[in-house]
């Protein structure tokens, strides 16, 4: 478990969409405002080298990676669409005020 790192304000998050952000180790994360409530994922799909924040389309809580159209849930990181079998890690989010938080739980 890591520390819990500051990853930007609710405001830079807008519902139906997705985000990069970056962990204080560097790592580039996807964040995902699905119906108001945040989820945070690796960003590199796990079937390439596809940027899920860069070019991922958001829909509902499924986000279609921009290369082989696969899908993933992004409130667990499940893959539901082919070619993606492999699960998206995930992050546990937290709120403080309009603060957004994310913690490698792992
Ligand atoms: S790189 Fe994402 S589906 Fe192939």
Sequence with gaps: MTEKCLIGSLHDFPQGE???????????????????????????CTHGEAS???????????????????????????PVGLPCSVALKTYAVTLEGNDVYAQDVA
């Excluded at 997705?18 to 994922?41: H, K, P, Q, W």
């Excluded at 924040?53 to 696969?70: A, F, I, N, Q, T």
């Design 18 to 44: 997705v985000r990069a952000s970056m962990l204080a180790d560097g790592t580039v994360v996807a964040v995902f405002n699905v119906e108001g409530n945040v989820y945070v994922t690796a960003d590199r």
């Design 52 to 78: 899920l924040s860069d070019e991922g389309k958001l829909c509902g809580r499924l986000v279609e990676c921009p290369w082989h159209y696969g899908t993933f849930d992004v409130t667990t990181g499940a």
